[in-house]
């Protein structure tokens, strides 16, 4: 067991302002580590899979921490900074042609050179492999990638668009080494990571554990406080935490239930050595309603259950509120956030809904099935599913069935149109409106499930991407999310907060998060008190 000397309190992180609520010690400092030390992480968010030409999900977390991208926003900025590269810049008025110049002497951790051939490489075979759960739509609009003498990487846009360097920031764009990671497929998924970033994988079982160890060749912006960590994967919220309060991990990531965190409120902050972090994040939970599949095909179906989901009760009921009812697709926090669904739809109203499905000729009750993912987000999900079911079969309107599935089953059944309805997560990409609309509509898109939306494709989006003041780009983001509560094709559920919990001994929590609340290793370490 630790033994602890003094209290340290529990806090709020408020993007990267930590901000104390109960007095004791204070915790800012990004100081701290000799760079020898060993960390232990638990989370219930696990790697789909490595490589990253194939997904668009949590595995970034782990790819963050392993792999280099070509900029890189650190912790405390909202822009994005020289990180394989020596610097980058938009080589015309038009945000259309942007150009890097590579950091001399990168290697991957097998040795071989980090060069510009190999930043081609890795963009053009994202596109070339287009897999469904890849990254390939957020380079939708990249027309060509060129070298330049030895240390130049050219990229030419089809249209104007100034958000393009954070998608260079993003681990979509995980610069990977040319011999290991084949032009056209996928690499077999037994094979070890190889990247350039902070850490190289030493080890990995899928779901279980991935072991990683500093990288002596890494040259880039972030500066190592301890020397290896091991990410332990967990299937339950419950597990991860006994064996937190076990002393099995030093901290834990994702996936606290409500209940848990309500122990530590109930503690004062701190129970048996432990304290908890609250960082108020970017997170939004929601339902997608496939309008391709042929039971939510017609819109009142779509709109009914939008007139008819409390969000209040569900994160009362099931959140305890560790999250705040969402009536938009762009959080709260974000530049340009409205509500849609409250101004349309205003408080759950089973006469409206009626009156929706009757005029439509839909006989009720409507048979629905909402499917979820059972080990992605936490425990906490199959009871909100749980709740939704009660809110909908309340109303007689409805007759939902609830099925859970692990994510890899699940997110092959989304891609492939089977579900009616389903849940997803979505941590941010980057921090502006622009990623929290654009993901999800389009022929293809992060959801596997076709959303074609003229207005916000072909004017809205291209509008607002010309802006390099993101401050202009209000009114198209606006309109944006009118769009999606008109369509009830996206149905936001909730805006959360990231906590962690994690021993009193353990320092860095509050740096360690990036805009897009993953977790850079790097940061954390233990105080030697």
């Known amino acids: 067991m630790r033994v602890f000397y003094g209290v340290r309190p529990l806090t709020l992180v408020v993007g990267t302002v930590m901000t104390v609520l109960i007095s004791g010690c204070g915790v800012l400092s990004s100081d ?33 921490n392993v792999f280099q991208t070509l900029l ?3 912790t405390g900025s909202t822009d994005p900074e020289p990180e394989a590269a020596e610097r980058c810049q938009f080589d015309d008025r038009k ?3 942007y150009s890097c110049t590579l950091r001399k002497g990168l290697k991957f951790s097998n040795g071989n050179a980090l060069d510009v051939d190999a930043v081609k490489h890795t963009f053009d075979r994202i596109v070339k492999i287009n897999a469904k759960t890849g990254p390939a739509a957020l380079l939708a609009n990249l027309e060509s990638v060129k070298i330049t003498g030895t240390e130049q990487v ?10 393009f360097p954070f998608i260079l920031a993003t681990p979509a764009t995980a610069l990977v080494d040319p011999a290991e990671y084949p032009a056209d497929k996928a690499r077999p998924e037994d094979e070890p990571l190889i990247g350039s970033g902070p850490y ?8 279980e554990v991935s072991e ?11 500066k190592l406080k301890n020397k290896s960590v091991t990410i332990k994967y967990y299937g339950s919220s419950d597990k991860m935490m006994e064996e937190l309060m076990d002393d099995k991990l030093d901290l834990t990531f994702r ?8 122990r530590f409120s109930d503690g004062g902050g701190v129970v048996d050595g432990v304290k908890l972090t609250e960082v108020v994040g970017a997170e939004i939970n929601y339902l997608v309603l496939n309008a391709g599949h042929d039971l939510v095909s017609d819109p009142a179906v779509r709109k009914a259950i939008a007139q008819l989901v409390d969000r209040k009760a569900l994160v009362h009921r099931v959140y305890d509120g560790t999250s705040e009812p969402l009536y938009s697709m762009v959080p709260r926090g974000i530049a340009s956030h409205t509500t849609p669904f409250y101004d349309i739809y205003r408080e759950p109203n089973r006469e409206k809904a009626a009156k929706l499905l009757a005029d439509a000729g839909v006989q009720t009750p409507v048979p629905l099935t909402f499917w979820y993912t059972t080990d992605r987000y936490g425990t906490s999900t199959a009871v909100e599913f749980k709740e939704l079911k009660r809110q909908l079969d309340s109303t007689g309107l409805f007759d939902i069935t609830i099925k859970g599935l692990p994510w890899k089953e699940f997110q092959e059944g989304y891609n492939a149109g089977e579900y009616p309805v389903f849940g997803r997560g979505w941590f941010p990409d ?24 003229d207005e916000i494709t072909g004017t809205l989006l291209p509008l607002s991407r010309k802006e390099a003041d993101r401050g202009g780009t209000t009114q198209y983001f606006a309109r944006a999310q009118e769009v999606i509560a008109e369509d009830v094709r996206l149905l936001p559920l909730w805006q959360g907060r990231q906590y962690v919990a994690s021993y009193e001994d353990v320092a860095g929590i509050e740096w360690s998060l990036d805009p897009s609340s993953i977790m850079l290793m790097s940061e954390l370490h233990k105080l030697d008190w």
Do not use: C
């Open 72 to 74: 890189f926003i650190p």
């Open 212 to 222: 990683l160890s500093a990288n002596p060749g890494y040259k880039g912006l972030q």
């Open 255 to 262: 996936g606290m239930t409500a209940e848990h965190i309500g």
């Open 430 to 453: 980057f921090p502006d409106a622009d990623n929290y609309i654009a993901p999800f509509v389009g022929p293809k898109n992060a959801l596997g499930t076709p959303y074609e939306a």
């Open 200 to 207: 190289t994988l030493e080890s990995y079982e899928p779901g």
């Open 154 to 163: 050219t990229f030419r846009l089809k249209e104007p668009d100034s958000t």
């Open 32 to 64: 701290g580590g000799d760079g020898e030390q060993h960390i232990t992480v638990g989370t219930t968010s696990y790697p789909s899979t490595l490589d990253p030409a194939k997904a668009w999900d949590g595995s970034w977390e782990l790819y963050r």
């Open 95 to 97: 945000s259309t042609v």
